[in-house]
């Protein structure tokens, strides 16, 4: 059964055929997650998020719309509302202290995670986690599922020219970082400013 | 001296291949004559392809969806259903103060996790057109009765409240006068974690007027966070939490709490 034959099923309130587009999309929708999260607990908690913004809205969907790219507005948005969240914490006492404690240590990376790339992949990781939300998601859309700017724009409901502002901040940001951890050559070379 | 060119984003945009053509060639040219720029192409290469080494992982640890597919089944009965939008008042009085005296404990709690349920969902969407949280939350009322609870929402329950119950039983039994350092760290995370729970859980009960198990949760809740704020397990804050825990006699009624149904 076809997507466009689900989703008004689901939309009327048919269990099965919600679990149905949850098991066809839900692999997407958790790599993009994990890509951005470094972990499965924060993918899990995005990935969630996600279909429960999809079964909230199933509604609204457009027929003449593909149903992955609208997920991918929504992965796309869920992730910086992670972020945010995490972030924002939101409750009385002791707030501020306690905000940082409970948001500090992100889980360690997973054995996937720790398996790749040595030490620039190690760097670039750690790098990766301490981007901004908006950045990070940019940075992963157009690494990763290899969309263009102006589809990120779009999606994102964003500007062109901050979606490339935000690029090129995150990818000065990791050239730097990975600079200053030693692991591109240019660091060696180029610490005094090459041209 | 950073290159002007490098500066505006130009160089990743020509490796992204976003640039016009007049703008590549133009770009192609300053990189003959640019070592910066050359250098921070090449930084970009070797960013993309330690990326392309970046593992794809797309479902939880061993492929084991079960977990995941009962927590948002949990989410999505907690929810209205779709199309319906009912309007905010009418629902949320009415049914809150007519159920509350009728709730076995055991569905009592599955109530109250449907309510975290839906404040965490409600918390963390951008709430679509005219939707709010509180609205959203009160409705699970009707989603699912009470007299149901769901099996998956009660283990959830279940388990951060015996988890709970562990940390406070690790945490009266210490030493204070050889406060051992080694496991110090993982009890002050797992405190923090269940804290942000045991908030939710108490804001839920306290939202539907359970006062008794309220306090037990604010109770808790201090624990947690004097025990996910101290720095290490040293004699004076290890004594504080014991104290704490003892003067509100909070194991057992944690204890008297779980027996009822949870
Ligand atoms: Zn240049």
């Given at each position: 059964?076809?997507?466009?034959?689900?989703?008004?099923?689901?939309?009327?309130?048919?269990?099965?055929?919600?679990?149905a587009?949850?098991?066809?999309?839900?692999?997407?929708?958790y790599?993009?997650?994990?890509?951005?999260a470094?972990?499965?607990?924060?993918?899990?908690d995005?990935a969630q998020?996600?279909f429960?913004k999809v079964?909230?809205?199933?509604?609204?969907?457009?027929?003449?719309?593909?149903?992955?790219?609208?997920?991918y507005?929504?992965v796309?948005?869920?992730?910086i509302d992670?972020?945010?969240?995490?972030?924002?914490?939101?409750?009385?006492?002791?707030?501020?202290?306690?905000?940082t404690?409970?948001?500090?240590?992100?889980?360690?990376?997973g054995?996937?995670?720790?398996?790749?790339g040595?030490?620039i992949?190690?760097?670039?990781?750690?790098?990766?986690?301490?981007?901004?939300?908006?950045?990070?998601?940019?940075?992963?859309?157009?690494?990763?599922?290899?969309?263009?700017?102006?589809?990120i724009a779009?999606?994102?409901?964003l500007?062109?020219g901050t979606v490339?502002?935000?690029?090129h901040?995150?990818?000065?940001?990791l050239?730097?970082?990975?600079?200053?951890?030693?692991?591109?050559?240019?660091?060696?070379?180029?610490?005094?400013?090459?041209a | 001296?950073t290159?002007?060119?490098?500066?505006?984003?130009t160089?990743?945009l020509?490796?992204?291949?976003?640039l016009?053509?007049?703008?590549?060639?133009?770009?192609r040219?300053?990189?003959?004559?640019?070592?910066?720029?050359?250098q921070?192409l090449?930084?970009?290469?070797?960013?993309a392809?330690?990326l392309?080494e970046?593992?794809?992982?797309?479902s939880?640890?061993g492929?084991?969806?079960?977990?995941?597919?009962?927590?948002?089944?949990?989410?999505?009965?907690?929810?209205?259903r779709?199309?319906?939008?009912?309007?905010?008042e009418?629902?949320?009085?009415?049914?809150?103060?007519?159920?509350?005296?009728?709730l076995?404990?055991?569905?009592?709690?599955?109530?109250?996790?449907?309510?975290?349920?839906t404040?965490?969902?409600?918390?963390?969407?951008?709430?679509?057109?005219?939707?709010?949280?509180?609205?959203v939350?009160?409705?699970?009322?009707?989603a699912?009765?009470p007299?149901?609870?769901?099996?998956a929402?009660?283990?959830l329950?279940?388990?951060?409240?015996?988890?709970?119950?562990?940390?406070?039983?690790?945490?009266?039994?210490?030493?204070?006068?050889?406060?051992?350092?080694?496991?110090?760290?993982?009890?002050?995370d797992l405190a923090?974690?269940?804290?942000?729970?045991?908030?939710?859980?108490r804001?839920?009960?306290?939202?539907?007027g359970?006062?008794?198990?309220?306090?037990?949760?604010?109770?808790?809740e201090?624990?947690?966070?004097?025990?996910?704020m101290?720095?290490?397990?040293?004699r004076?804050?290890?004594?504080?939490?014991?104290?704490?825990?003892?003067?509100?006699?909070?194991?057992?009624?944690?204890?008297?709490?779980?027996?009822g149904?949870?």
């Amino acid at each position: 059964m076809s997507d466009s034959d689900l989703i008004p099923r689901a939309a009327g309130g048919d269990p099965a055929a919600f679990q149905a587009l949850v098991e066809r999309h839900r692999p997407m929708v958790y790599r993009v997650a994990y890509q951005f999260a470094g972990n499965h607990h924060d993918a899990e908690d995005i990935a969630q998020d996600v279909f429960l913004k999809v079964f909230r809205s199933l509604d609204r969907f457009r027929y003449d719309a593909q149903l992955t790219s609208w997920l991918y507005r929504i992965v796309m948005n869920a992730c910086i509302d992670h972020r945010r969240r995490q972030k924002s914490g939101g409750w009385v006492p002791g707030e501020e202290a306690e905000g940082t404690l409970l948001n500090m240590p992100e889980e360690s990376p997973g054995p996937e995670a720790r398996a790749y790339g040595g030490e620039i992949g190690q760097a670039l990781e750690a790098e990766i986690g301490r981007l901004p939300a908006g950045q990070r998601v940019i940075f992963i859309m157009r690494h990763h599922q290899g969309l263009k700017l102006t589809e990120i724009a779009e999606a994102l409901g964003l500007a062109e020219g901050t979606v490339k502002r935000q690029l090129h901040a995150a990818v000065h940001r990791l050239r730097h970082a990975l600079t200053r951890a030693n692991v591109l050559a240019s660091a060696n070379g180029a610490a005094g400013g090459g041209a | 001296m950073t290159c002007g060119l490098l500066e505006r984003g130009t160089i990743e945009l020509y490796w992204y291949g976003e640039l016009s053509q007049g703008e590549r060639d133009e770009a192609r040219r300053h990189l003959d004559r640019c070592l910066e720029c050359r250098q921070a192409l090449h930084d970009i290469e070797i960013i993309a392809a330690a990326l392309a080494e970046r593992p794809e992982v797309a479902s939880p640890p061993g492929g084991d969806w079960s977990r995941f597919m009962a927590e948002l089944s949990a989410a999505v009965a907690a929810e209205p259903r779709p199309k319906r939008t009912p309007p905010a008042e009418s629902v949320t009085r009415a049914g809150r103060h007519r159920l509350v005296p009728y709730l076995a404990s055991a569905a009592l709690l599955a109530l109250v996790t449907m309510s975290v349920f839906t404040l965490v969902r409600g918390r963390s969407a951008t709430p679509p057109d005219g939707f709010r949280a509180d609205v959203v939350m009160d409705v699970s009322f009707e989603a699912r009765p009470p007299s149901l609870p769901d099996p998956a929402l009660v283990s959830l329950s279940d388990q951060h409240f015996q988890r709970s119950k562990l940390v406070l039983l690790g945490l009266t039994t210490r030493d204070t006068a050889a406060p051992a350092a080694e496991d110090w760290e993982y009890e002050r995370d797992l405190a923090a974690t269940l804290l942000q729970d045991t908030r939710l859980y108490r804001r839920a009960v306290e939202e539907h007027g359970m006062t008794g198990l309220a306090d037990v949760l604010r109770d808790l809740e201090m624990v947690l966070l004097q025990t996910s704020m101290s720095e290490g397990p040293d004699r004076e804050s290890l004594e504080g939490i014991q104290r704490l825990i003892r003067r509100r006699d909070l194991l057992t009624r944690m204890s008297v709490v779980h027996a009822g149904g949870f």
